[in-house]
């Protein structure tokens, strides 16, 4: 058995999770999410206890029980506490702002860049520089962090950049005048 497989996942209080055929829904306090299991594996809901279930031995089966595990474990932890991915941006003149449905970033260039924030998921900015990126779908807030500081990426000379906090980024020495 996948050792993350066999392990069952608890239900908090306040989320609903309904299984219908291979589709998984669950419901609760932040959000809704669904997903399609994959074609080996099912999923019984029994004693506030989540337990995913595998036909075949074979190495495939094996890691799809494991995946589908851990995504379902996710959407669980996903819709009752979110998932939160913090960024910051350092350089001069470098800020960010939400607008609406979209957030404004100021990153240097002869332009704004305008991303548009997708649906269940929440862009905060404190002090024009943090940016806090939350929502139900760990894959979709990953996915958001990684696309804002896509757009400038801390560089090694002077450090400039959106980055992740507690990110290291290891500085280069420039040029010496000889």
């Known amino acids: 058995m996948s050792r993350i497989g066999k392990q069952p996942i608890t239900i908090p209080p306040k989320v609903k999770v309904e299984v219908k055929g291979q589709k998984v829904f669950v419901e609760g306090p932040k959000g809704k999410l669904d997903w399609e299991l994959p074609r080996r594996t099912s999923l ?3 004693d506030g206890k989540i337990l995913v279930s595998r036909e075949g031995d074979d190495a ?3 890691a799809l029980h494991g995946l589908s595990r851990a995504l379902v474990n996710n ?3 996903g819709v009752s506490d979110g998932f939160v991915k913090k960024l910051e941006i350092q350089g001069v003149g470098f800020k960010a702002a939400v607008a609406g449905n979209s957030v404004n970033l ?5 332009h704004p860049v305008v991303y548009p924030i997708p649906a269940q998921i929440k862009v ?3 002090e024009n520089t943090k940016l806090t990126v939350e929502g139900p779908d ?5 996915e958001v962090a990684a696309e804002l500081r896509s757009y400038y990426p801390p560089e090694p000379y002077k450090g400039k950049g959106v980055r992740y906090v507690g990110e290291r980024v290891i500085r280069k020495e ?3 005048v000889q």
């Not at 100021?106 to 002869?110: A, D, E, H, R, V």
């Not at 760990?138 to 990953?142: F, K, P, T």
């Open 60 to 62: 495939r089966a094996k």
């Open 174 to 176: 420039g040029k010496t």
């Open 106 to 110: 100021s990153l240097g260039y002869s």
């Open 44 to 46: 019984k809901v029994q």
């Open 124 to 126: 905060t900015v404190e």
């Open 138 to 142: 760990r894959q979709l807030v990953g």
């Open 75 to 77: 959407m669980v932890r």
